[in-house]
């Protein structure tokens, strides 16, 4: 008796919504039976909550009454090259069906206001990856990138996006002039629809020449806007949890406004998933994503860092170069969230896994002085699913490494001022008269707080980029190697 049911609920979901509550006789007569009379009750409130949010398009009705599709699982990329790691969970090793037997839910197709935030200084680029990934109207702002994109958009712009430090949806706005206007803002924003009191929560607060006098006490009336709401709707609180919460979220004020953002990353996107060992002076994933954009690297030309430290740098260009997404072997936050699909979700990875590239065109090499760095970035690059092979790192001096190739970039984070101690003039010189010397036709591009750099290496930059590397103020100093270009 069973599984004819589940046949029946099946057909019934897969139908154009409406037909049974229009025939009363049909619907009076299913009530006698309890079971049924409780599927059928559910399967309207769904069916009604979907036509109050949002008709279904013929198309969508056409996808709906689709029984089923066989769907063969990606194979994965041939592991005997540049990845390796053999089989993920997340793949399926046999095909599977997939019955489409309910609508799509409201927020895949509506469109939301989001915001991307970013290092300072990496905003115009950022903008670029954004519109390359199809969301054409990306603008830059403060630290960050606005555009708009639906819950699928989403969810690709948190597992693309090399640059960003966050994907954050806005759920509501207005204006505040007191705290009170913060807690009415919380207040009436429907969280329930993202998340609930079985959830865990946090909420963060920043402000640019808000008037307010504590940013804590701001975060606590949103706090308990959120609280109550939920406690209205739903009789319960969530648990406050400031480590690992189920949902985040970002309080933004101004002079005279305030905005309410779902963070849908969880986890900072710079965090990828295979670092470990971070070295003295690490650089951040996503700094170091930006550094390679606007150095304008090529992924098919070599690339040198002489002081690599960890190896960030040159695997950030190894995930480029073979097309891995930088979210490839995390997770976010938005899988937390109520009614998360994980089915969909799983089919957007399959798709990003197949179109991994497995050669590297051009060596990649990274020298350090440290051996200890050295043996770090070793193992970040083999928890980076990527085989020992793919990076060369050895230990060395700078001003002995010879170029790997006839032509290419060096893209480098070399110590300075706050972030180590070494200030040695007679080091930059000897290193520069080796640029001079060995590297003609390479680009050189060099991110320090020193801005007195250039003037040590005797060399003029074409372009200096601002950018902060942590709370550092830096520049990206950008010097093009040209033969007989610079003196001896």
Same mark, same amino acid.
């Given at each position: 008796?069973?599984?004819?049911?589940?046949?029946?609920?099946?057909?019934?979901?897969?139908?154009?919504?409406?037909?049974?509550? $229009?025939?009363?006789?049909?619907?009076?007569?299913?009530? @006698?039976?309890?079971?049924?009379?409780?599927?059928?009750?559910?399967?309207?409130?769904?069916?009604?909550?979907?036509? %109050?949010?949002?008709?279904?398009? +013929?198309?969508?009705?056409?996808?709906?009454?689709?029984?089923?599709?066989?769907?063969?699982?990606?194979?994965?990329?041939? *592991?005997?090259?540049?990845?390796?790691?053999?089989?993920?969970?997340?793949?399926?090793?046999?095909?599977?069906?997939?019955?489409?037997?309910?609508?799509?839910?409201?927020?895949? %197709?509506?469109?939301?206001?989001?915001?991307?935030?970013?290092?300072?200084?990496?905003?115009?680029?950022?903008?670029?990856?954004?519109?390359? #990934?199809?969301?054409?109207?990306?603008?830059?702002?403060?630290?960050?990138? *606005?555009?708009?994109?639906? /819950?699928?958009?989403?969810?690709?712009?948190?597992?693309?996006?090399?640059?960003?430090?966050?994907?954050?949806?806005?759920?509501?706005?207005?204006?505040?002039?007191?705290?009170?206007?913060?807690?009415?803002?919380?207040?009436?924003?429907?969280?329930?629809?993202?998340?609930?009191?079985?959830?865990?929560?946090?909420?963060?607060?920043?402000?640019?020449?808000?008037?307010?006098?504590?940013?804590?006490?701001?975060?606590?009336?949103?706090?308990?806007?959120?609280?109550?709401?939920?406690?209205?709707?739903?009789?319960?609180?969530?648990?406050?949890?400031?480590?690992?919460?189920?949902?985040?979220?970002?309080?933004?004020?101004?002079?005279?406004?305030?905005?309410?953002?779902?963070?849908?990353?969880?986890?900072? #996107?710079?965090?990828?998933?295979?670092?470990?060992?971070?070295?003295?002076?690490?650089?951040?994933?996503?700094?170091?994503?930006?550094?390679?954009?606007?150095?304008? /690297?090529?992924?098919?030309?070599?690339?040198?860092?002489?002081?690599?430290?960890?190896?960030?740098?040159?695997?950030?260009?190894?995930?480029?170069? #073979?097309?891995?997404?930088?979210?490839? /072997?995390?997770?976010?936050?938005?899988?937390?969230? @109520?009614?998360?699909?994980?089915? *969909?979700?799983?089919?957007?990875?399959?798709?990003?896994?197949?179109?991994?590239?497995?050669?590297?065109?051009?060596?990649?090499?990274?020298?350090?002085?440290?051996?200890?760095?050295?043996?770090?970035?070793?193992?970040?690059?083999? @928890?980076?699913?990527?085989?020992?092979?793919?990076?060369?790192?050895?230990?060395?001096?700078?001003?002995?490494?010879?170029?790997?190739?006839?032509?290419?970039?060096?893209?480098?984070?070399?110590?300075?001022?706050?972030?180590?101690?070494?200030?040695? %003039?007679?080091?930059?010189?000897? /290193?520069?008269?080796?640029?001079?010397?060995?590297?003609?036709?390479?680009?050189?591009?060099?991110?320090?707080? +020193?801005?007195?750099?250039?003037?040590?290496?005797? #060399?003029?930059?074409?372009?200096?980029?601002?950018?902060?590397?942590?709370?550092? $103020?830096? @520049?990206?100093?950008?010097?093009?190697?040209?033969?007989?270009?610079?003196?001896?």
């Amino acid at each position: 008796m069973t599984k004819p049911e589940k046949t029946r609920k099946t057909l019934t979901i897969s139908r154009r919504p409406g037909p049974v509550a $229009d025939n009363p006789a049909t619907e009076q007569k299913r009530q @006698r039976t309890g079971a049924r009379a409780r599927q059928v009750a559910q399967l309207q409130r769904e069916q009604g909550k979907r036509h %109050t949010a949002q008709g279904l398009t +013929d198309s969508r009705q056409r996808d709906i009454e689709s029984s089923a599709e066989i769907i063969h699982s990606d194979p994965g990329p041939s *592991h005997d090259s540049a990845l390796h790691g053999g089989s993920n969970p997340d793949v399926a090793d046999a095909p599977r069906i997939r019955r489409q037997t309910r609508a799509p839910r409201t927020r895949n %197709t509506e469109v939301f206001r989001m915001f991307a935030s970013c290092p300072q200084g990496l905003e115009e680029v950022l903008t670029i990856e954004l519109q390359a #990934l199809g969301f054409d109207d990306a603008q830059a702002g403060r630290a960050g990138c *606005h555009f708009h994109a639906d /819950w699928t958009g989403m969810q690709r712009a948190n597992l693309y996006s090399r640059l960003a430090t966050r994907i954050l949806l806005q759920v509501a706005e207005g204006p505040a002039r007191s705290e009170d206007d913060i807690l009415e803002l919380a207040r009436s924003t429907p969280w329930e629809r993202w998340f609930g009191p079985e959830q865990s929560l946090r909420v963060d607060t920043s402000a640019i020449r808000s008037p307010m006098q504590s940013l804590q006490y701001c975060n606590l009336r949103a706090k308990d806007g959120i609280c109550d709401r939920l406690r209205d709707r739903e009789g319960a609180r969530p648990d406050i949890d400031t480590v690992r919460p189920d949902a985040r979220v970002h309080l933004f004020l101004t002079e005279d406004s305030a905005t309410l953002y779902l963070d849908t990353s969880g986890e900072s #996107l710079f965090k990828r998933g295979w670092r470990l060992d971070k070295g003295e002076a690490p650089i951040r994933e996503n700094l170091a994503a930006g550094l390679l954009a606007l150095s304008g /690297w090529d992924p098919a030309a070599a690339l040198l860092d002489p002081f690599c430290g960890s190896g960030t740098i040159l695997i950030e260009a190894a995930w480029i170069a #073979l097309g891995v997404p930088a979210g490839i /072997w995390r997770p976010f936050g938005f899988e937390r969230l @109520r009614n998360h699909d994980a089915r *969909h979700w799983r089919d957007l990875k399959d798709d990003a896994r197949a179109h991994i590239r497995t050669q590297l065109e051009s060596p990649l090499v990274g020298v350090d002085l440290d051996a200890q760095a050295i043996e770090a970035a070793k193992s970040n690059l083999e @928890r980076a699913w990527l085989t020992p092979d793919s990076i060369r790192f050895e230990v060395g001096d700078a001003r002995n490494t010879a170029p790997p190739a006839d032509s290419g970039w060096i893209v480098t984070n070399p110590p300075y001022g706050q972030r180590l101690d070494t200030d040695d %003039t007679d080091m930059w010189r000897a /290193w520069s008269q080796a640029l001079k010397r060995d590297f003609t036709d390479w680009q050189v591009d060099i991110i320090t707080s +020193d801005l007195s750099l250039p003037q040590k290496l005797r #060399l003029k930059p074409l372009r200096r980029h601002p950018l902060y590397n942590g709370a550092l $103020d830096c @520049r990206l100093f950008s010097f093009e190697m040209v033969k007989a270009g610079y003196r001896s």
